[in-house]
């Protein structure tokens, strides 16, 4: 198993000023996320408003090239052998064949213009259908933008207070996340273990590094039991030092206090 370990602490910077650098880092990586949506957006409205053009393109010329082998039938029995009325015919029959290729190449970009759509959010589509309920009970939360596509678990699905152990509810949503990333090709798989500010007390954890990695590992783990390949996994411990919102209230902790399966294109293509 090549199963990579990621820790990234600054042991030479007080913990107070980690955090708020990477309080402000997070803010501006919020600000050119939010930019990001709104061009994917835009981006995603063009294309379908292209798809609609060419639809309606097709359709016009699907009508005219049935005007015109009407009009050709209508000359054909109308046909007197006269040598002019021959050649206005070869030239309708040009006309055909090349609306005919054009119809063609539209059909084909159409196609292909469709099929970009939907190949983008395929696997957040899997991932969707099968995490349907965790997701409506607000246990799941999924998202996409640029590629990168992101399974965050609130940490009381997966695990007990200050224990990095797999909760058997935990281990039946992580069951249906490995189904769909045994499918998944050409992508890396990066756990991510947050947690709030509070001090974990000693004890198994001595800080809030150590548990966030074990509860990662642990994630980790569960995937490659369940058939996930172990060469698409890493783990990453964040501690506290990556907060969602400030620390400030019980309903704010909470939501700092997770799990983040990133999914984001392999090196290579692998």
Same mark, same amino acid.
């Given at each position: 198993?090549?199963?990579?370990?990621?820790? !990234?602490? /600054?042991? *030479? $910077?007080?913990?107070?000023?980690?955090?708020?650098? &990477?309080?402000?880092?997070? =803010?501006? %990586?919020?600000?050119?996320?939010?930019?990001?949506?709104?061009?994917?957006?835009?981006?995603?409205?063009?294309?379908?408003?292209?798809?609609?053009?060419?639809?309606?393109?097709?359709?016009?010329?699907?009508?005219?090239?049935?005007?015109?082998?009407?009009?050709?039938?209508?000359?054909?029995?109308?046909?007197?052998?006269?040598?002019?009325?021959?050649?206005?015919?070869?030239?309708?029959? !040009?006309? /055909?064949? *090349? $609306?005919?290729?054009?119809?063609?190449?539209?059909? &084909?970009?159409?196609?292909? =213009?469709? %099929?970009?759509?939907?190949?983008?959010?395929?696997?957040?589509?899997?991932?969707?259908?099968?995490?349907?309920?965790?997701?409506?009970?607000?246990?799941?939360?999924?998202?996409?933008?640029?590629?990168?596509?992101?399974?965050?678990?609130?940490?009381?699905?997966?695990?007990?207070?200050?224990?990095?152990?797999?909760?058997?509810?935990?281990?039946?949503?992580?069951?249906?996340?490995?189904? !769909?990333?045994?499918?998944?090709?050409?992508?890396?798989?990066?756990?991510?273990?947050?947690?709030?500010?509070?001090?974990?007390?000693?004890?198994?954890?001595?800080?809030?590094?150590?548990?966030?990695?074990?509860?990662?590992?642990?994630?980790?783990?569960?995937?490659?039991?369940?058939?996930?390949?172990?060469?698409?996994?890493?783990?990453?411990?964040?501690?506290?030092?990556?907060?969602?919102?400030?620390?400030?209230?019980?309903?704010?902790?909470?939501?700092?206090?997770?799990?983040?399966?990133?999914?984001?294109?392999?090196?290579?293509?692998?």
């Amino acid at each position: 198993m090549r199963t990579r370990l990621v820790l !990234a602490a /600054l042991v *030479a $910077l007080s913990t107070g000023c980690v955090s708020q650098g &990477k309080f402000n880092e997070k =803010a501006l %990586e919020a600000e050119g996320l939010t930019k990001n949506l709104t061009d994917e957006k835009a981006a995603r409205a063009a294309a379908e408003a292209k798809i609609k053009e060419l639809e309606e393109k097709q359709t016009a010329l699907e009508q005219e090239k049935t005007a015109l082998e009407t009009r050709l039938n209508a000359s054909e029995n109308r046909l007197t052998g006269a040598a002019a009325e021959r050649r206005a015919l070869e030239e309708k029959n !040009a006309q /055909l064949a *090349a $609306l005919n290729d054009e119809l063609g190449r539209n059909a &084909k970009k159409l196609a292909q =213009a469709k %099929e970009e759509l939907e190949k983008k959010s395929s696997e957040y589509e899997n991932l969707a259908q099968s995490l349907k309920q965790e997701i409506s009970d607000g246990k799941i939360e999924l998202s996409e933008m640029k590629g990168r596509m992101t399974v965050q678990l609130k940490d009381k699905i997966l695990f007990a207070s200050g224990s990095a152990r797999v909760g058997k509810e935990g281990q039946d949503a992580l069951v249906k996340i490995a189904d !769909a990333l045994k499918t998944v090709k050409g992508r890396i798989v990066r756990v991510e273990g947050h947690t709030d500010d509070v001090p974990t007390g000693g004890g198994q954890f001595a800080t809030n590094w150590e548990l966030s990695l074990a509860r990662a590992m642990a994630v980790v783990r569960s995937l490659q039991d369940s058939g996930v390949d172990p060469t698409m996994l890493s783990a990453a411990g964040y501690g506290q030092y990556q907060p969602l919102v400030p620390n400030d209230t019980p309903e704010h902790k909470s939501q700092n206090r997770r799990i983040e399966i990133v999914l984001a294109p392999g090196l290579g293509g692998r």
